[in-house]
């Protein structure tokens, strides 16, 4: 079953005041893209905040060899912007499957957020658990840590933030073909290829085509720390 989200129940408008909840839905619109649809581009002007009501996306930014760095997946509830202070976009966002997002005028969000501070003080919690996210990222890519350990801890997330039981264990519910996993871990495709193929002969994975369960996540979390 898909997460769907109403604007209203968005997690930044919990304890804002009144006003600034109509406003913020008044002001704001919603926004559909297809699949693979381009939403952000690095360094165009950030006119408008997006969050996510609906679908999945990739936060990801290039390589110093024009490859792609995949930060986050995000799924409903989630703002695909990581500025929103500056009048740039710092990063890219494409969307993985059809979504909906509800948007609204970056300025007009930062004026909220002055007359509001439940509203300033949800976002920062928000942009904290990022950052403590990208922290474990950086964490998981110095020293001796293996490619196995970083897609064990990968998969172990996506399953768990995107997973649906199915008899053969939790399904993760959204494509992932080899090429998408390599730049997820930012590693080559062909080391992610074997890893991807050492984990289906240890039974910690089931791959059909671009879908991948997990039949024992506990099994899989024994591979992640």
């Not at 001796?144 to 990968?154: G, H, I, P, T, V």
Request: glycine share 6%.
């Amino acid at each position: 079953m898909k997460n769907h989200r109403k604007p209203e129940e968005l997690w930044l408008l919990a304890d804002c005041k009144i006003e600034t909840k109509q406003h913020f839905l008044e002001e704001g619109t919603l926004v559909s893209f297809h699949k693979d649809r381009l939403c952000l581009s690095a360094g165009d002007n950030n006119h408008s905040l997006y969050f996510i009501l609906d679908g999945k996306a990739s936060i990801y930014n290039l390589t110093k060899t024009g490859g792609r760095k995949i930060l986050f997946v995000l799924g409903p509830g989630n703002l695909a912007n990581e500025s929103v202070t500056q009048d740039y976009n710092s990063i890219f966002c494409e969307t993985l499957e059809p979504c909906q997002f509800f948007k609204i005028s970056r300025k007009l969000f930062l004026s909220l957020m002055e007359h509001d501070f439940a509203l300033a003080r949800a976002l920062l919690g928000y942009q904290e658990q990022k950052i403590r996210r990208l922290e474990y990222q950086l964490k998981n890519t110095v020293g001796n840590f293996y490619l196995e350990r970083k897609m064990a801890s990968k998969l172990w997330k996506l399953a768990r933030d995107f997973g649906i039981p199915t008899d053969q264990g939790i399904l993760i519910d959204m494509e992932l073909p080899v090429t998408f996993l390599a730049d997820l871990l930012g590693s080559p495709r062909e080391n992610t290829s074997r890893a991807c193929r050492k984990f289906c002969s240890l039974g910690l994975i089931l791959m059909d085509k671009k879908k991948i369960v997990i039949p024992n996540m506990e099994s899989l979390k024994l591979w992640k720390n």
